[in-house]
């Protein structure tokens, strides 16, 4: 069976500057230069006040698990040879929200509301993905 290539991003032109800082390890989020509101995913105004006058900056890279789910199989696809993977939304320091992987775990650890930090995967030349690995708590045991 010839497996499918996984899906890559498509930048676009408001969104490449994420792509281009993730690339570099680094998280950039858009802020709204008028009402200060964190905005993700990238846009070309700000969903808070409409205004289009949007900056970069660059995030904490921290948030807390929001809900996840392990994936234990997989039909056919590109992501079979990745199981198990966990697929969770992360609710960042700034407020927003990224769907993302929690990798370098063991998923029977996970739990909502534990913290993590974002960790870069590179996908190719163009692409490195923002994920996410549990931030052991002060005192635990790594
Ligand atoms: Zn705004």
Redesign the pocket.
């Known amino acids: 069976m010839i497996t499918p290539p996984k899906p890559r991003p498509e930048a676009s032109a408001w969104s490449r500057p994420f792509w281009n800082a993730a690339r570099e390890h680094q998280l950039l989020l858009q802020r709204?230069d008028?009402?200060r509101?964190w905005i993700f995913y990238p846009r070309i105004a700000?969903p808070?006040?409409?205004?289009d006058a949007l900056g970069w900056q660059q995030a904490s890279g921290r948030g807390t698990i929001y809900s996840y789910t392990v994936v234990m199989n997989n039909a056919p696809s590109a992501f079979a040879a990745d199981v198990p993977y966990v697929v969770a939304v992360i609710r960042l320091e700034e407020g927003v929200q990224m769907l993302s992987n929690i990798v370098d775990c063991d998923p029977a650890t996970l739990g909502c509301d534990q913290p993590v930090e974002v960790v870069f995967r590179r996908l190719d030349d163009e692409y490195t993905l923002p994920c996410f690995r549990p931030l052991a708590a002060i005192g635990a045991p790594r």
Request: hydrophobic content about 0%.
């Open positions: 709204c008028d009402c509101q700000c808070h006040c409409g205004s």
